[in-house]
């Protein structure tokens, strides 16, 4: 007779296994890294919302360098680009791994009051959503 043989050990984590969780991994830190750039955008979007708002009640008009200068020191952001001519605009972006987030302010040319506002998000990989 002979003796029956002890099944062979099995390591405690594959390479396979291994590689699949990093690239779980990575993806939630994508994905992680794309909500808080969705967030910023956010942030903005609120910030300009409630100027526009305060602005109404008080009837005053919102000046170019007065939105200029509270997003600066409320989000920490220089606009990624700005136009000039018949619309004269300043455009923030958030960029993320699958997306480009986007707030672009509208002035009215010559007197240099808002305009308003519009936020979007670009799919990278394949065009804009929202």
């Known amino acids: 007779m002979t003796a029956p043989q002890a099944p062979a050990s099995k390591k405690s984590l594959s390479v396979s296994r291994l590689v699949l969780m990093l690239i779980l991994i990575g993806a939630l830190g994508a994905l992680g890294f794309d909500l808080y750039a969705r967030h910023r955008m956010t942030q903005l979007d609120n910030l300009l919302k409630q100027m526009s708002d305060e602005s109404e009640n008080s009837g005053a ?59 979007n998000s670009v799919f990278r990989f394949g065009g804009e959503s929202e």
């Not at 360098?65 to 952001?77: A, C, L, S």
């Not at 300043?90 to 987030?101: L, Q, V």
């Open 61 to 119: 008009g919102l000046s170019k360098k007065t939105v200029h200068d509270e997003v600066h020191d409320k989000i920490g952001r220089e606009p990624s680009s700005t136009s000039s001519g018949n619309q004269q605009t300043e455009s923030y972006d958030f960029p993320s791994i699958f997306y480009i987030h986007r707030v672009t302010v509208r002035y009215r040319p010559g007197v240099n009051m808002y305009d308003g506002h519009t936020k």
